[in-house]
């Protein structure tokens, strides 16, 4: 199983990493979302996305609706891990094609709750 994370805070890829690379998930990371579809190129069997919005380059939305647009892409499930809660903005995303945010702070149970709803296989996660 692969995952992508595509923020442009070292340290926020490092948290979500540590949370879930433990589910068993292979980590490929990406500073924005240039670097992110790059990655996915690369790795086109990725199955999960974490996704910040503000990122230079290209940002979370920008990233959502390129994946979205590409077919090879369908089956990744997008997560926009970010500090907007504006109403409007959020609706955009769904719009986009992201499966489920997550708010900036938030903990691992907040996370793998939302892994779980949009249907993440997690075989490790009886475990955790």
């Given at each position: 199983m692969h995952a992508l994370i595509v923020?442009?805070?070292r340290a926020m890829r490092r948290i979500l990493r540590s949370i879930v690379e433990p589910l068993g998930f292979e980590i490929t990371e990406a500073g924005n979302g240039i670097e992110g579809l790059q990655q996915l190129v690369e790795r086109p069997n990725t199955e999960l996305a974490l996704v910040d919005?503000?990122?230079?380059?290209?940002?979370?939305?920008?990233?959502?609706?390129?994946v979205r647009a590409n077919p090879v892409y369908e089956r990744i499930k997008l997560v926009m891990v970010t500090t907007e809660t504006e109403?409007?903005?959020?609706?955009?995303a769904l719009m986009a094609g992201v499966d489920e945010?997550?708010?900036?702070?938030?903990?691992?149970?907040?996370?793998?709750?939302?892994l779980q709803l949009i249907?993440?296989?997690m075989p490790v996660l009886a475990e955790v």
């Open positions: 923020d442009d805070s919005w503000n990122m230079p380059e290209m940002n979370g939305l920008d990233f959502v609706k390129a109403p409007a903005k959020m609706a955009r945010f997550v708010m900036k702070p938030f903990t691992k149970d907040i996370l793998l709750d939302k249907g993440v296989t």
